[in-house]
């Protein structure tokens, strides 16, 4: 079987007849009505739309953040909807990344503490996972900084910190919400190099949120939401 053909038969991720509404006072806000996506392992997605289109939603539906109305979202063949929200946040720890447009990094630890977190509450922290973190503080230019609080690094640095902090686990998937949507153009552009070289590095799946027309062309491939569909298109 071609290679494509082969990952297409196990996609990393699944997303099958989703559907989602919100209660908006007295009517109803339709956002998706039996959407069905498919994502292969290794893929890096640009999810594109206009404001309100449903983005954010829809990766909060695929990290099992929110709950659709009915439809499945399938990660490497765990059927989200059949586990318990407990089971669900596990999952979600273990195999998915985030990275926001706020960085939000905890502000009361220090840079090495965020950077060590989503391991340390998967009672992952063992002496070679902390060797592998000081190397990742390295590799993003920022292990100078391992003893720094949040509020004194930059907005790029601390998107930088917030990136390595999401994939230290290494993550199948990776979910970026407009990662560069509050830096300058010279630190967002330093952000994706970052993002994209470790995403490579780990074989991750990514599927990144943007307005960014340039952005978006770095993609393997660009998915945009318009009506509550979805439009699949080359870079
Ligand atoms: N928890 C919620 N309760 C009610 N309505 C919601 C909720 N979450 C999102 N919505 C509504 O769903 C719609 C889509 O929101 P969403 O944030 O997914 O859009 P988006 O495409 O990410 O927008 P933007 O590009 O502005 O970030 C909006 O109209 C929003 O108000």
Known sequence: MPVAARLNAHPLLLVRRLTK????????RTLFTALD??????????????????????????SGI????????????T????????ERTLFRRTHIGFVFQFFNLIATLNVLENLLLPLELQGRLTPGETRRAEDLLDQVGLRDRATA????????????????????????????????????SESGAQALELLDALVREQGATLILVTHSAEVARR??????IRDG???????
Do not use: C, M, W
């Open 149 to 184: 609080f949040p509020d004194r690094l930059s907005g790029g640095e601390q998107q930088r910190i917030a990136i390595a902090r999401a994939l230290i686990h290494q993550p199948r998937l990776l979910l970026a919400d407009e990662p560069t949507g509050n830096l300058d």
């Open 219 to 224: 993609a393997d491939r660009i998915l945009t």
């Open 66 to 77: 929110d709950r659709p109305d009915q439809g499945e979202v399938i990660i490497d063949g």
């Open 79 to 86: 059927v989200l909807n059949r586990l318990s929200e407990h």
């Open 37 to 62: 996506l498919q994502v292969a392992r290794g893929e890096r997605i640009a999810l594109l739309g206009r404001s309100g289109s449903g983005k954010s939603t829809l990766l909060n539906l695929i």
């Open 229 to 235: 569909r979805i439009e699949s298109s080359a870079p």
């Open 21 to 28: 509404s919100y209660r908006e006072g007295e009517s109803t």
